[in-house]
T-cell receptor, first 110, second 113 residues
Framework: QQQVKQSPQSLIVQKGGISIINCAYE??????FPWYQQFPGKGPALLIA?????SEKKEGRFTISFNKSAKQFSLHIMDSQPGDSATYFC?????????FGKGTRLSVIA | NAGVMQNPRHLVRRRGQEARLRCSPV?????VYWYRQLPEEGLKFMVY????????ESGMPKERFSAEFPKEGPSILRIQQVVRGDSAAYFC???????????FGQGTRLTVV
């Protein structure tokens, strides 16, 4: 039983384009939704996070959009750069430890 | 201002040996989480500990695996009688409380030969 479903599995974006990664969840008790970025051989690093009292949060080129009624949230990376090439994980938690999606491998090509 | 420190970074064990993975949380963090990551997979929760207490071990196999977070010293994830299927990256995360963001270490990559 996968509590957080993430798509797509992999994504190729041209430099300067917009990368969009989507996640859906089932557990309505979740109240914290972070995104993590992971480079090969490294640990996941917190990128940006949102709580369900807002529908959007922006930090630099990274934006989370949150749709509480649809139980979906997404990560948008504007002006994608080759340095953004990494694996991105969505996650969710309520009063339980973080539950992760399976990840999206993003490749930004010049 | 050290982050979460895990050691060793790489560990090779023969089948049947024991593996001990250590995690030193961020200074001041009293909550530790262990996750396992298989290639091309997300992170799977294993166990959540506070100082001297196991809070949630629902993701940890009942046999061969154990975890502790003593009053002094690092958290330890112990895998007894390792098998090839235990080969994975094991990540530790810490937070100052359950409702706060969790910060991850660089992981220990366990290879069972």
């Amino acid at each position: 039983q996968q509590q957080v479903k993430q798509s797509p599995q992999s994504l190729i974006v041209q430099k300067g384009g917009i990368s969009i990664i989507n996640c859906a969840y089932e557990n309505t008790a979740f109240d914290y939704f972070p995104w993590y970025q992971q480079f090969p051989g490294k640990g996941p690093a917190l990128l940006i996070a949102i709580r369900p009292d807002v529908s959007e949060k922006k930090e630099g080129r990274f934006t989370i959009s949150f749709n509480k009624s649809a139980k979906q949230f997404s990560l948008h990376i504007m002006d994608s750069q080759p340095g953004d090439s990494a694996t991105y994980f969505c996650a969710a938690k309520g009063n339980t430890p973080l539950v992760f999606g399976k990840g999206t491998r993003l490749s930004v090509i010049a | 201002n050290a982050g979460v420190m895990q050691n060793p970074r790489h560990l090779v064990r023969r089948r049947g040996q024991e593996a001990r993975l250590r995690c030193s949380p961020v200074k001041g963090h009293s909550h530790v989480y262990w996750y396992r990551q298989l290639p091309e997979e997300g992170l799977k929760f294993m166990v959540y500990l506070q100082k001297e207490n196991i809070i949630d071990e629902s993701g940890m196999p009942k046999e061969r695996f154990s975890a502790e977070f003593p009053k002094e010293g690092p958290s330890i994830l112990r895998i007894q009688q390792v098998v090839r299927g235990d080969s994975a990256a094991y990540f530790c995360a810490s937070s100052p409380g359950q409702v706060f963001e969790a910060f991850f270490g660089q992981g220990t990559r366990l290879t069972v030969v």
